[in-house]
């Protein structure tokens, strides 16, 4: 039993944020023919070392950006099937005061006559740390 209770002391400085349970497509491309049947399934995991705050919508977007890359490389032009999960990890126990940033991000590459809408999903429900953000590293 302490041992659970550590193990909970120890995650209270993490803020985690998710798109949902379920992956999800933007609205503008959800419909009958809006995208090809054919979807190739992709995957992002990175991780940022920020200080001063974190802005989740700002990293959210870089890392959709770099799966869009990969999806356009291999021929697709539009991500559907989306889902994101944020874990920021406070400064409590490293003296420099950063704040590590680890993102995992999914989703469907396929091909659409309908452009991009180049933002991640379920963007309102990303949480941060309120400052001015830098970031110090981004491992891919």
Known sequence: MRRHS??????????ESTSGDA?????SLDGAGAVSTLKV???QVETFVCRDGVDTALLLRAVRGA???KAQELGANVL???HWTCTICGPRH????TFRVY??????????DRRDPQRPVALESARGVPGLMTILKRVE
Do not use: C, F, M, N
């Open 6 to 15: 550590a193990r909970a002391k120890a995650k209270s400085h993490h803020i």
């Open 23 to 27: 992956p999800q497509t933007h609205p």
């Open 41 to 43: 399934p992709l995957e």
């Open 67 to 69: 799966l869009l890359e």
């Open 80 to 82: 559907v099937d989306e």
């Open 94 to 97: 490293r003296s420099d005061g």
């Open 103 to 112: 993102i995992h991000y999914t989703a469907s590459a396929a091909r659409s």
